[in-house]
């Protein structure tokens, strides 16, 4: 099982990746970085868990799962978002997200095992949007215009219920040709 640690605090990363390690996941993408880990969830197949910390410098934990949540494989995660006691019922009420846990830090560490173990038999609601193959991408734009939303390397297309994510690279070259 692979997992995903998001927190600006490094000591804090470590600490919960060290308890994930010895819970047997086998894999732990640490990062501070709130863009940097929308990245690396879309570039690394399998993650089954993603814990963030709310309170983070350039993006909260709350913003990082609505882009997350944008990702058609996100289908596949518990997700958790810890802070600190004062923060999580402001948190609760306050983003209307389908976030799996809401913990303090210290409640997270009590209940990681529980996490882990529901993250590793969880069976995806739906695995319709995980796959598409560039016949179906074609016939769904040519069906409808996709909205198009750009946020720094990613570009989204959305088709009603269904949104496609793409990794761009740091230099796009595009050309246009008539007809």
Do not use: H, W
Request: hydrophobic share 40%.
């Amino acid at each position: 099982m692979k997992a995903l640690v998001l927190d600006d605090v490094p000591l804090m990363r470590k600490v919960i990746a060290s308890k994930l390690t010895k819970l047997g996941v086998e894999k732990i993408i640490e990062t501070g970085d709130p863009k940097k880990a929308i990245l690396d969830f879309n570039n690394e197949s399998g993650i089954k868990l993603i814990i963030s910390d709310y309170r983070m410098p350039s993006m909260n934990g709350s913003e990082f799962f609505q882009k997350i949540y944008k990702i058609p494989n996100s289908k596949n995660i518990k997700s958790v978002l810890t802070s600190g006691i004062e923060d999580l019922q402001f948190i609760q009420t306050a983003d209307g997200l389908s976030i799996d846990y809401y913990l303090s830090k210290t409640d997270l560490m009590d209940k990681l095992e529980e996490i882990v173990t529901e993250a590793r038999d969880y069976i995806p609601k739906s695995q319709d949007d995980l796959m598409m193959n560039l016949k179906d991408f074609k016939q769904l734009v040519e069906k409808q215009s996709p909205k198009i939303e750009v946020d720094q390397n990613i570009l989204l297309l959305g088709f009603g219920e269904k949104k496609i994510l793409i990794d761009l690279p740091e230099q796009l070259n595009i050309s246009v040709s008539k007809g």
